[in-house]
């Protein structure tokens, strides 16, 4: 892994123990706005996080349904895939405000789609490609 301040290069392996971590040490009504391509590793991140979280129950992406939730961990996993939101208003039909400020972890992939509803305190993580082709270079910071 090598690190630069808020950005990191990581293989696969070391991205889901980072996403562990995160799970482990995140605290309720915490919210992840991952960006990133298609591929990059946000859905890899995210069932990395479900680990983290305790959660056994299988995480996968809920690009149809736009939202996924997972009990059973010490937190509930609040998982949104907003690709296919063609105007931040319709996350108003998901009662998103419910997820974002409950006693849960919330994960949005895609969030750049939706910048506007994000928190003040959301944590931002771009997800990029690197120069190896399991290589990844993840980026950190706050939403606002």
Do not use: C
Request: net charge negative; aromatic share 10%; hydrophobic share 40%.
């Amino acid at each position: 892994m090598n690190e630069n301040a808020n950005t990191i290069t990581l293989n696969e392996q070391e991205l889901r123990a980072y996403g562990r971590a995160l799970g482990e040490s995140l605290e309720p009504g915490a919210v992840l706005a991952l960006v990133g391509d298609l591929g990059a590793g946000k859905t890899t991140l995210t069932k990395a996080i479900a680990e983290g979280l305790g959660i056994e129950e299988p995480v996968t992406s809920p690009t149809f349904t736009l939202i996924g939730e997972y009990a059973g961990g010490r937190l509930p996993l609040y998982h949104f895939d907003v690709y296919r939101i063609d105007d931040p208003d319709e996350m108003n039909v998901l009662g998103y405000e419910e997820y974002f400020y409950g006693n849960g972890l919330t994960v949005v992939e895609w969030a750049d789609k939706i910048w506007e509803l994000l928190p003040a305190d959301a944590i931002v993580i771009e997800l990029s490609y690197g120069k190896n082709e399991n290589e990844r270079i993840l980026r950190k910071r706050n939403a606002k």
